[in-house]
């Protein structure tokens, strides 16, 4: 399976039922973890201090008709039926939604963006799954020109989708942490109260501990039990809930009335407004059903949850409610939860189940953590860091050792230092309806730019859930003190360091683009460019995707020899999750033929899988290669205008044999397995048969083959940027103390990693921005 591709993760659309209900299955594992571990402490997060539970149960049917509303109104429609048909090519999540807009209308972030980006094929700009226009052209195109106009809006957007990012990150120490513990809560019922205290935190943390560790190994070795896992989970909450309901109260479904609701708020007032902050934990883990979308496909999600996770939540729900509607003294000082409504001979089974079900969601917010933070990453938002592929089946399955010590830490922070599930809930609540406001303002505008419907119905869509949402948000925010200072202080933190990376990264392309060479001067150093051209090619590493960087000048004017092939190759991505194979290579020429002078562009998404140093300099010399095939054949064909006259042309790379060192034939339109880490050197030989090539190309391409031969070496710069004279304080603080610790500190591009040292030049430079 071609991990870069993409293309196979939604294929489950055009198959079968039979692929789609074992899609189903595979994502109750992966997507619907958290949200079914939610039973576990949303009554003890609600009934904790705010409201009491009365003999007359207006308390506790209120509740359960807020969890169910809740349910329906916020996975179940807004969720299944409204922004899982939100998705790019596949993809979901806030990122996802930020690139469709970014796609939409010019207010990307990206500043070496091309007009040629836009004939990708994954690029697309149709209604995104919204139907056909619902009348909303003309409001499309005045929201477009409105955000392209002013550039806060576009500041305001990025934010917008960076605070909703931050929160995912939060979320992914938070719900660990209160999943977790309050699984292992249930051993209060079985233990003493001078014994659990001293059991309850240090088995939670060995458990949080075990789980970090183990990460680097991937899930695909144990992956095959979370969908189970679940599975007996969700089928055990729901047969103790159905038991509950005809054994206890049978009549509690008439609390199901939104009625309830009214009831509840009106005895309960400030107080019941107050407990919306542990009622709001029930839709937990709602936005990993669109964040996990790119691994399934929207019709299995939406099988999976509507037959079976939702029914078997509400069961789950009805069944405690029903249970504590008939026992309002508990002689325990547990009081309201999970494990008292759970028949005593059960409770042991019950728990190791929770243990596990605790784990399989705790794993999925730290996996969708890694992938948010590589999307971030690929896009320019967040410091380079190393991504490792634990499996090279599966897609996605990712692990970031940085983020995953230090997601340990603060999980265990927060669990040592809460002790309760009261504060962890405030905390994980606020950070699960941040991510679902953001939602909500990004899905209001892919309404009216994506799907081309009217104002009046994103308006109506944001006041509806956003009215919703707001209020469950109010609720966490008021907790501020008691807990829910955490999500903020983390957001804080990880904006911080994500928003000055993306300001100092977007600082040094500026001083790049204003300070790039003429090319009009190259040309007037001749073909030999003023000094000795020597064997081999000589990759000029850049961010610029137009003119010649000025680190060039550097190398001509202090060299006395140069590669008689020059490449300037730069490695850019594009707000599409993936780009095809074929797509990649975007190959220009710079000057005449006889100076030898390519411009490279490799475009990668923001979910792709960057190919190893073999494989890519494969890649690159043979689409050099057909980019001179296909000029001798076709010199007006395919080709894209650059914006300083320089034309490019997207090309594949067939046109040349590659032969390994014991004369084995390698074809390079598809990618061979690597089994080996050793490499191999490789030669190339001239294509035959219906292939003809003029005298030029054919001395130009042996040229190419003779370099390639003789190796390749890899130019980097590298720079030191420093706020300029006169800057204001805030400009020098985030240049030359944020950025400048952030880029010492963390790796660098993915190039520079994995090139080898021998063949590496590096000619630092001081960027005054």
Request: one cysteine or more; hydrophobic letters at 45%; proline letters at 3%.
């Given at each position: 399976?071609?991990?870069?591709s993409?293309?196979f993760?939604?294929?489950?659309?055009k198959?079968?039922?039979?692929?789609?209900?074992?899609?189903?299955?595979?994502?109750?594992?992966?997507?619907y973890g958290?949200l079914?571990?939610?039973?576990?402490?949303?009554?003890?997060?609600?009934f904790?201090?705010?409201?009491?539970?009365?003999?007359?149960?207006?308390?506790?049917?209120?509740?359960?008709?807020f969890?169910?509303?809740?349910?329906?109104l916020?996975?179940?429609?807004?969720?299944v039926?409204?922004v899982?048909?939100?998705?790019?090519n596949?993809?979901?999540g806030?990122?996802?939604?930020y690139s469709?807009l970014?796609?939409?209308?010019r207010?990307?972030f990206?500043?070496?963006?091309?007009?040629a980006?836009?004939?990708?094929?994954?690029?697309?700009?149709d209604?995104?799954?919204?139907g056909?226009d619902?009348?909303?052209?003309?409001a499309?195109?005045?929201?477009?020109?409105?955000?392209?106009?002013?550039?806060?809006?576009?500041?305001?957007?990025?934010?917008?989708?960076l605070i909703?990012?931050c929160?995912?990150?939060?979320d992914?120490?938070?719900?660990?942490?209160?999943s977790?513990?309050s699984?292992?809560?249930?051993?209060?019922?079985?233990?003493?109260?001078?014994h659990?205290?001293?059991v309850?935190?240090?088995?939670?943390c060995?458990?949080?501990?075990c789980?970090?560790?183990?990460?680097?190994?991937?899930?695909?070795r144990?992956?095959?039990?979370?969908?189970?896992?679940?599975?007996?989970?969700?089928l055990c909450?729901?047969?103790i809930?159905?038991?509950?309901?005809?054994?206890?109260?049978?009549?509690?479904?008439?609390?199901?009335?939104?009625?309830?609701?009214?009831?509840?708020?009106k005895?309960?007032?400030?107080?019941?407004?107050?407990?919306?902050?542990?009622?709001?934990?029930?839709?937990?883990?709602?936005?990993?059903?669109?964040?996990?979308?790119?691994?399934?496909?929207?019709?299995?999600?939406?099988?999976?949850?509507?037959?079976?996770v939702y029914?078997?939540?509400?069961?789950?729900?009805?069944?405690q409610?029903?249970?504590?509607?008939r026992h309002?003294?508990?002689?325990?000082?547990?009081?309201?939860?999970f494990y008292?409504?759970?028949?005593?001979h059960?409770?042991?089974p019950?728990?190791?189940?929770?243990?596990?079900?605790?784990?399989?969601?705790?794993?999925?917010i730290?996996?969708g953590?890694?992938s948010?933070?590589?999307?971030c990453?690929?896009?320019?938002?967040f410091p380079?860091?190393k991504?490792?592929?634990?499996?090279?089946k599966?897609?996605?399955q990712?692990y970031?050792p940085?983020?995953?010590?230090?997601?340990?830490?603060?999980?265990?922070?927060?669990?040592?230092?809460?002790r309760?599930?009261?504060?962890?809930?405030?905390?994980?609540?606020?950070a699960v309806?941040?991510?679902?406001l953001?939602?909500?303002?990004?899905?209001?505008l892919?309404?009216?730019?994506?799907?081309r419907?009217?104002?009046a119905?994103?308006?109506?869509?944001i006041?509806?859930?956003?009215?919703?949402?707001a209020?469950?948000?109010?609720?966490?925010?008021?907790?501020?003190?008691?807990?829910?200072?955490?999500?903020?202080?983390?957001?804080?933190?990880?904006?911080?360091v994500?928003?000055v990376?993306?300001?100092?990264?977007?600082?040094?392309?500026?001083?790049?683009?204003?300070?790039?060479v003429?090319?009009n001067?190259?040309l007037?150093?001749?073909?030999?460019?003023?000094?000795?051209?020597?064997?081999?090619?000589?990759?000029?590493?850049?961010?610029?995707?137009?003119g010649?960087?000025?680190?060039?000048?550097h190398f001509v004017?202090?060299?006395?020899?140069f590669?008689?092939?020059?490449v300037?190759?730069?490695?850019?991505?594009?707000p599409?999750?993936?780009?095809?194979?074929s797509?990649?290579?975007l190959?220009?020429?710079?000057?005449?033929?006889e100076?030898?002078?390519?411009r490279c562009i490799?475009r990668?998404g923001?979910?792709?899988?960057?190919?190893?140093?073999?494989?890519?300099?494969?890649?690159l010399v043979c689409?050099?290669?057909?980019?001179?095939?296909?000029?001798?054949?076709e010199?007006n064909g395919?080709?894209?205008?650059?914006?300083?006259?320089?034309?490019?042309?997207v090309?594949g790379t067939?046109?040349?044999?590659?032969?390994?060192e014991?004369?084995?034939?390698?074809?390079?339109?598809?990618?061979p397995?690597?089994?080996?880490?050793?490499?191999?050197?490789?030669?190339?030989?001239?294509?035959?048969?219906?292939?003809?090539?003029?005298s030029?190309?054919?001395?130009?391409?042996?040229?190419?083959?003779?370099?390639?031969?003789?190796g390749l070496?890899?130019?980097?710069?590298?720079?030191?940027?420093?706020?300029?004279?006169?800057?204001g304080?805030?400009?020098?603080?985030?240049?030359?103390?944020?950025?400048?610790?952030l880029?010492?500190?963390?790796?660098?591009?993915?190039?520079?990693?994995?090139?080898?040292?021998a063949?590496?030049?590096?000619?630092?430079?001081?960027?005054?921005?």
């Amino acid at each position: 399976m071609d991990l870069e591709s993409g293309s196979f993760r939604n294929q489950a659309k055009k198959e079968s039922w039979l692929t789609v209900l074992t899609l189903a299955y595979q994502s109750l594992g992966v997507v619907y973890g958290d949200l079914s571990t939610s039973p576990l402490y949303v009554y003890k997060s609600t009934f904790a201090e705010d409201i009491q539970h009365s003999e007359s149960n207006e308390e506790i049917f209120g509740v359960l008709s807020f969890v169910f509303w809740t349910l329906t109104l916020v996975p179940l429609i807004k969720y299944v039926f409204i922004v899982l048909r939100a998705d790019d090519n596949g993809e979901g999540g806030t990122f996802a939604l930020y690139s469709l807009l970014c796609r939409h209308a010019r207010v990307g972030f990206l500043p070496n963006g091309q007009v040629a980006d836009e004939e990708l094929s994954t690029y697309k700009k149709d209604d995104c799954g919204g139907g056909s226009d619902g009348g909303g052209g003309g409001a499309a195109i005045r929201v477009k020109a409105i955000l392209e106009k002013h550039k806060v809006l576009q500041q305001v957007l990025l934010i917008l989708a960076l605070i909703g990012t931050c929160m995912v990150i939060g979320d992914g120490v938070l719900t660990p942490a209160i999943s977790v513990f309050s699984a292992v809560s249930g051993l209060e019922l079985s233990m003493s109260k001078e014994h659990h205290k001293y059991v309850e935190v240090p088995v939670a943390c060995l458990i949080l501990v075990c789980l970090f560790a183990l990460q680097h190994y991937g899930t695909h070795r144990v992956g095959f039990l979370f969908a189970p896992v679940v599975v007996i989970w969700l089928l055990c909450i729901s047969s103790i809930g159905v038991y509950n309901i005809f054994h206890w109260n049978p009549s509690v479904y008439q609390a199901l009335s939104p009625y309830y609701m009214y009831k509840f708020l009106k005895k309960t007032r400030r107080e019941g407004w107050m407990s919306l902050g542990g009622i709001l934990l029930c839709i937990t883990g709602s936005e990993a059903m669109f964040a996990d979308l790119g691994h399934f496909s929207q019709l299995s999600i939406k099988v999976a949850f509507t037959s079976f996770v939702y029914p078997s939540l509400i069961l789950a729900y009805m069944g405690q409610a029903a249970y504590l509607s008939r026992h309002h003294v508990i002689e325990s000082n547990y009081h309201i939860g999970f494990y008292v409504s759970v028949p005593e001979h059960l409770r042991w089974p019950v728990l190791a189940i929770a243990i596990l079900a605790a784990v399989v969601g705790s794993q999925s917010i730290i996996t969708g953590t890694f992938s948010i933070i590589k999307q971030c990453s690929a896009l320019g938002c967040f410091p380079k860091v190393k991504i490792v592929h634990t499996s090279s089946k599966i897609h996605g399955q990712i692990y970031i050792p940085e983020i995953n010590w230090l997601l340990m830490v603060l999980c265990l922070a927060v669990t040592i230092g809460f002790r309760d599930t009261k504060r962890m809930g405030n905390a994980s609540g606020l950070a699960v309806i941040t991510v679902m406001l953001v939602t909500t303002c990004l899905m209001s505008l892919v309404i009216v730019l994506c799907w081309r419907r009217s104002v009046a119905l994103a308006l109506l869509f944001i006041l509806f859930f956003g009215s919703i949402e707001a209020l469950y948000f109010s609720a966490s925010l008021i907790k501020f003190l008691e807990g829910a200072w955490v999500p903020i202080a983390l957001s804080l933190a990880f904006l911080l360091v994500m928003y000055v990376w993306h300001y100092g990264t977007l600082k040094k392309y500026e001083f790049d683009v204003h300070n790039k060479v003429s090319i009009n001067w190259l040309l007037s150093l001749g073909p030999s460019l003023g000094i000795v051209r020597v064997r081999g090619i000589g990759l000029i590493h850049t961010e610029l995707v137009s003119g010649i960087p000025a680190i060039f000048s550097h190398f001509v004017t202090n060299l006395p020899a140069f590669h008689q092939v020059l490449v300037f190759l730069c490695i850019k991505s594009v707000p599409v999750p993936y780009v095809h194979a074929s797509e990649r290579f975007l190959i220009g020429r710079i000057g005449p033929k006889e100076y030898r002078l390519y411009r490279c562009i490799v475009r990668y998404g923001y979910h792709d899988v960057h190919a190893d140093d073999t494989e890519f300099e494969k890649d690159l010399v043979c689409s050099i290669a057909e980019f001179i095939r296909s000029e001798n054949s076709e010199p007006n064909g395919g080709v894209v205008d650059d914006a300083e006259g320089e034309r490019m042309a997207v090309v594949g790379t067939t046109s040349m044999r590659v032969l390994s060192e014991d004369d084995e034939e390698v074809g390079t339109s598809e990618r061979p397995k690597a089994k080996k880490k050793n490499k191999k050197k490789v030669r190339f030989v001239l294509p035959e048969g219906p292939t003809k090539l003029d005298s030029g190309a054919r001395v130009e391409m042996e040229e190419l083959m003779e370099a390639r031969e003789a190796g390749l070496a890899f130019i980097l710069g590298h720079s030191h940027m420093r706020a300029k004279s006169g800057s204001g304080l805030v400009k020098r603080l985030a240049i030359d103390y944020g950025y400048d610790f952030l880029r010492k500190n963390c790796r660098g591009p993915d190039y520079a990693v994995s090139v080898p040292h021998a063949s590496t030049l590096e000619v630092g430079m001081i960027y005054h921005v």
